[in-house]
């Protein structure tokens, strides 16, 4: 009789201890947590006019959170991908001399239509749509 | 020596609050002299560059500015304009790689020594975290200049956390504090290594030596074996002590000297909108594991081969860490034969991808 008490009183206070605890680091695991940036989702950007860009050079913008890189051919076309290099998240680069997009982090390669030729990269860079009214260049996402 | 019981202030504070139960973990440890004594002095060095560190650091703390704005600005401000802000910060950087390098030296030492066999299982599992925090010490600082090699080592080490299964998504936001390297990641950072790290490192730092001081030096078999009267010994305190000290000076003096003729760069500015530079690499003693991720093939039986790699890493981090109490067939590893090539793999493994991560 007196054991089945010290048992119970002991499971008791296993269940409490263990119910501390967690009300402790259940709170604590979730504020480490950064809440979901408010930061609107961006569909468009304005990029400036076209004859701010030299043909064969690059520049990279900022699409809401996220780095695009903006290329003028050499034909005088433009055509934007995701700056962020789909191996390790590096930022990529526009070669003038080879005329593709380098990733000087483990050096990987993409060809100018984003796709990716050579190196440690696994995919494609993501790409964006431009449209240039009146003279002025918009990078949107392919979704529209 | 005068004995530090016969002082006035000794015997007056014992009189008060009994001493002896610290004077018994001073004066009865011996440490025994042969061949192989070099090795013992190891983990001296790295408790003292350890305490360079706390010294340095909280130097630095004075001026040190946390934030995407200021970070690089201040650790530019201590170079250029506080007074012997160059030498604080340099010996901090010097300090800390030569820290990890002798915590590597210390535990090599004492796994080829075989001190890690009972009764010192928990002394070596205790360093083993130690050189982990070290680790994450260094990883964490690295970012706090916040400058552009910094910025994308960081970048890159914090995505293949990432790749971790189940766990690395969750992992990569922990630790970057939001989706990306930002700021946010930069005051995350700092707390690891101003807060979170110093508390504990000195937790387990404190359990090492405790048990180093009440368990005594272990013995090479080399010496055990050895009839009694050829056993020579010297006391921990004060003549083991007086030995610490003199190679701390020395190492001291290699601080600085390494400061003056080969101080760091502080490097150019962060910019989360330029294209990553070449040269990009982890810090050293990451070189060994990220060297071997990039040989891995993108695919190993199912799984994606980076994954693989930091799953076999992660399974090689628990077996060395449990190492003195596996057995195979009843047997403990450490008296097995194959132990001594396990620890000669591991340092040739260690050191031909480090090299090959530098020279290709
Ligand atoms: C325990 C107290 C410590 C404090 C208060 C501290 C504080 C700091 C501060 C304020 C900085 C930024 C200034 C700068 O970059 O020079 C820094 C940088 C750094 N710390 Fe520490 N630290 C401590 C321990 C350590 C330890 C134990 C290591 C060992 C691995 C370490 C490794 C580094 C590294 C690698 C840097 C970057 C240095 C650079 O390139 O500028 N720190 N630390
Ligand atoms: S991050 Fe671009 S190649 Fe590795």
Redesign the interface.
Known sequence: MKQDRRGFLNTLLGIGGIGAIASIIYPVFEFLLPPESREPTVSSIKAGAIDQYEVNSAKILKFGREPVILIRKDSGEFSAFSATCTHLDCIVQYRQDTKQILCACHNGHYDLKGRNVSGPPPKPLTEFKVSVINNEITISTMEG | MAKLTDSNVFKWLDERVDLSPLTKLLYHKKVPVHSHTIWYYMGGVTLFLFIVQVFTGILLLMYYVPGENSAYESVQFILNKVSFGWLIRNIHSWSANLMILFAFIHMFSAFFTKALRKPRELTWVSGFILLLLGMFFGFSGYLLPWNELAF?AT??G???AGAVPFIGD?LK??LR????VTG?TLSRFFGFHVAILPAAFTIFLTLHLLLVQRQGMSEPDSFTKLPDEKKKYISFFPDFALRDFLLWLIVLIALLALTVFSPWDLGIKAD?????????KPEWYFMFMFQTL?YLP?HIWFIEGEVFGLLAFGAAGVIWMVLPFIKIKKKLLIESKYYFYIGVFAIAFIIIMTLIGYLS
């Open positions: 994308f970048k890159v914090t995505d293949i969750w936001i922990l504090g939001g989706d990306d946010a989360s909108l330029a294209s990553a530079p070449e040269g990009i990039k993108p």
